[in-house]
């Protein structure tokens, strides 16, 4: 059974850093690509991060872009989003998603739609 578990998310300083776990059971990080999710109140959720599974390439959103990092640990079967210099527009409900096994385009991963299976999410509040 395919199951994601997020933790890490605090109430935080702007400026602050904070690292998102995503821990998954059911199958491997290295066999399907992980992505992360975010929805602001009021907002519609929006794709923030993926990984390949198969590749190693990496996708972030232009607003995160050089403040954002993912990463994974094979052996603790956890993908990872370190989050440096955040901002109160970072505050969020941040969800881990996986898509099946494969890999296809770097389009393919933009859509909410090819991730079956989501996490509960992870609040994430920046505030001063």
């Known amino acids: 059974q395919v199951q994601l578990l997020e933790s890490g998310g605090a109430l935080v300083q702007p400026g602050a850093s904070l690292r998102l776990s995503c821990a998954a059971s059911?199958?491997?990080?290295?066999?399907?690509?992980i992505g992360w999710f975010r929805q602001a109140p009021g907002k519609e959720r929006e794709g923030v991060s993926w990984?390949?599974?198969?590749?190693?390439?990496?996708y972030y959103t232009d607003s995160v872009k050089g403040r954002f990092t993912i990463s994974r640990d094979i052996a603790k079967n956890t993908v990872y989003l370190q989050m440096n210099s955040l901002k109160p527009e970072d505050t969020a409900v941040y969800y881990c998603a996986a898509s099946g096994p494969g890999a296809y385009s770097g389009s393919y991963y933009v859509r909410e739609s090819n991730y079956p299976y989501w996490g509960q999410g992870t609040q994430v509040t920046v505030s001063s």
């Open positions: 990984m390949s599974c198969c590749d190693d390439s990496t």
């Open positions: 059911g199958f491997t990080v290295d066999s399907y690509t």
